[in-house]
Each structure stands twice: as structure tokens, then as C-alpha cells.
């Protein structure tokens, strides 16, 4: 048995919160093969290993946010070709929920380049809220820092899940974004749990970090309780313009092992592929689901970050016999999902959500 496998003294599948460093560092250090099989193994044991929860993300308020995280398009701070809009209008934001539904999403995130949302802001997302809810799919919100009578308010509306990544790790963090403090992250998901609602947060990988900030990342995810219900791993996208336009690319198979190692150290999570999929090809897009990543965004953008479009991963999913997940909908409309989904394999995928901003 080799050292990092004498290293691994835990039932793999075990819900834990108390990972240690090296535990998460022997994870990491497993041979490739070794790796993919653990985390193929714990993702059976919790999941349907050919099912894929589909989201779409839209961008309901763009640019000028105050914040200077060193990544983003959006930052006031930087010179890049984002456009800054406005919020939305609450009826545009259903129509393109609408679509959504009829494209195959069962989740419909709306996301707003704030630091954290004004009062006077709070009526309009609240009722798209209702309105997407209304449409009979789960609601996702990324908003910035909440106080806890805005997680409440929005809790009340039907908001299902809130997404505040913590981006990267603490010790990294500051290097990456020095306008908020790691502490208010966990304050806002703090703010989130205790307000009823679930919580989808992750980070972003090849920030120019360490691998041992990797590892603390996923200890910070995988230890709190109760664990996040979606984690989100992003691969850096490099915006022209912002300081880490030129930082050296992350290596693909260390970005595999993060989805699988986030799988076994959070095996009731969905893991989701998210930002960086358009610079992937169906072969790695095809390790990420082996090793466990069970969730992906729909739909040609990602706030302001290309995505594959909805034709393209359709007939991936065909290729690997892959379903979507189906919300606990009656029998009627989860036909209804499985008609339309069929549909929107037979034809291109409109370019629906190329100028939807947040």
C-alpha cells in the first residue's frame, strides 16, 4: 500500500466535517487512476451516476460592482468590454425563465454584479422570486453579502438556494480580493442557512494558487454543517483586462481531480462543472462527470463568461447516456419536461441568454 493510501484511514462515502490537511492532501496525492475510482465509487453510492441537474443562469444586473476581485469582468475597477446595465425588468426575467423550463432547466439562477443588494432593490428580485417559483422550477439567487433580514425576506418569497462562493482559500484570498473579507462570506451563508434556505457555494480554480490552497478550499466547503447542497467548481476564465488576464492556466487533470475530490469529500453535494466549459472538450468534460460532477449551467453564457450552448451539451449528454434530473413535479409535467427537452435536441439552441446581464 503506498504512503498516500496509508494516509486514507476513513470510509470513503462517510459525511464528515472534520476533514484534516493532510487527509485532504492524500486525496490529492492518490494516483490518478486510484482517484477516479474512489470517487466514481462514492458518487454511486449517493447519486444516479448517468443523471445531470441542469440549471440556467442569468444575468440580471451588469458591471460597475464595487468590488476589485481580481477575476471579474465586472469590476468597476477594470477596463473591459462589459457594458454596464441596469436591473432587469421583472417580466423579461420570467420570459427568459420560460425558455429555460422549455430548454430542459429545472433551476433558474439570477445573478447581480452587487456587492450586496439596496433596500430599494429587495421588491423587484423578491418578485421575480415568485415568478420564476410560480413556473413550477427550484429558484437560485446570487445577490453579494446578505444581512440576515434579507436572506429572511428573500426565504420568504421561495428562494430555494443562495449562491455565495468563497472563491478560494483563506490563506489565498486576499491576493484575489481585498473590498470583502473571507469572514464575510461565511457571514452571508451563516445569514442563508439560518434563514431556511440552501446553500450553493464553491470556488474558482487556477487564480494562480497553490495546490495545498485547493485543498484548504474544499476543507473549508466540505467542513461546514451541513454541507453545501450545490458546490460550484469554476475554472478560471481570463478576462482581458483584469489582473489575472495573463496568469499561467491551471493543468486539466489538476482541475479533475478537484471535481473528485470534492465528490468524496461531499457526497450528498451536487458538484457542479461550471464556469470554464467552453475551453473544454467533450473527452474532459466526459472525466469531470466520471469523477463525479453531477450538475452543469445551461445556455450560451454564464453571467458574462462563454458556456457551451444548450445543442452542444444535449448531444453530449446523448453520447454518454446521460438524463437530466427532473424536479418532484407531478406526472403531467415532468412528461411535459421530457417532450420539450427532446425537442431542443432536434434543433440549434436559440441565442437566448447572450445579452441577458445581470
Known amino acids: 500500500m503506498s ?178 473579507s473571507f469572514q464575510d462570506r461565511l457571514d452571508t451563508l451563516d445569514n442563508v442557512r439560518s434563514a431556511g434556505m440552501k446553500v450553493c457555494s464553491g470556488g474558482i480554480v487556477g487564480l494562480g494558487e497553490k495546490a495545498t490552497d485547493r485543498a484548504s478550499l474544499l476543507a473549508q466547503l466540505a467542513n461546514l454543517s451541513p454541507q453545501p447542497e450545490s458546490v460550484p467548481i469554476n475554472m478560471l476564465v481570463k478576462i482581458d483586462g483584469t489582473p489575472l488576464a495573463d496568469v499561467a492556466d491551471l493543468d486539466n487533470f489538476d482541475f479533475i481531480r478537484c471535481i473528485a475530490v470534492a465528490r468524496i469529500m461531499m457526497p450528498n453535494s451536487h458538484v457542479r462543472l461550471s464556469a470554464g466549459r467552453d475551453a473544454m472538450n467533450e473527452q474532459m468534460q466526459s472525466m469531470c462527470f466520471l469523477a463525479g460532477a453531477n450538475s452543469i ?19 453530449l449528454f446523448k453520447k454518454l447516456g446521460i438524463n437530466t434530473e427532473t424536479i418532484a413535479n407531478n406526472l403531467d409535467e415532468e412528461i411535459e419536461e421530457q417532450v420539450l427537452h427532446a425537442k431542443v435536441a432536434e434543433q440549434q439552441s436559440s441565442d437566448l441568454f447572450y445579452d441577458a446581464t445581470k
Not at 453571467?303 to 448531444?315: H, R, W, Y
Open 297 to 315: 449551467f445551461y445556455g450560451c453564457k454564464l453571467l458574462t463568461a462563454n458556456n457551451p450552448e444548450t445543442n452542444a451539451d444535449v448531444m
Open 3 to 180: 504512503q498516500e493510501q496509508s494516509a486514507i484511514n476513513f470510509n470513503m462515502g462517510e459525511l464528515r466535517h472534520n476533514w484534516t490537511h493532510d487527509e485532504v492532501k492524500a486525496l490529492f496525492d492518490l494516483p490518478f487512476n486510484d482517484l477516479m475510482f474512489y470517487a466514481q465509487s462514492v458518487h454511486r453510492q449517493h447519486f444516479n451516476p448517468n443523471e445531470v441537474q441542469v440549471s440556467t443562469l442569468l444575468s440580471i444586473k451588469t458591471g460597475a460592482c464595487p468590488e476589485d476581485c481580481k477575476y471579474c469582468s465586472q469590476s468597476a475597477r477594470y477596463k473591459t468590454d462589459i457594458e454596464k446595465e441596469k436591473l432587469m425588468e421583472v417580466e423579461k426575467v420570467l420570459e427568459a425563465a420560460k425558455q429555460a423550463k422549455a430548454q430542459g432547466s429545472t433551476r433558474f439562477c439570477m445573478g447581480a454584479a452587487w456587492r450586496n443588494p439596496k433596500e430599494r432593490d429587495m421588491p423587484y428580485v423578491v418578485e421575480m422570486v415568485k415568478g420564476v417559483k410560480a413556473l413550477g422550477m427550484e429558484t437560485c439567487m446570487t445577490l453579494g453579502m446578505l444581512s440576515a433580514d434579507q436572506a429572511t425576506e428573500l426565504s420568504e418569497a421561495g428562494l430555494d438556494y443562495y449562491n455565495h462562493n468563497l472563491d478560494t482559500s483563506k490563506e489565498h484570498y486576499n491576493q484575489i480580493i481585498t473590498t470583502r
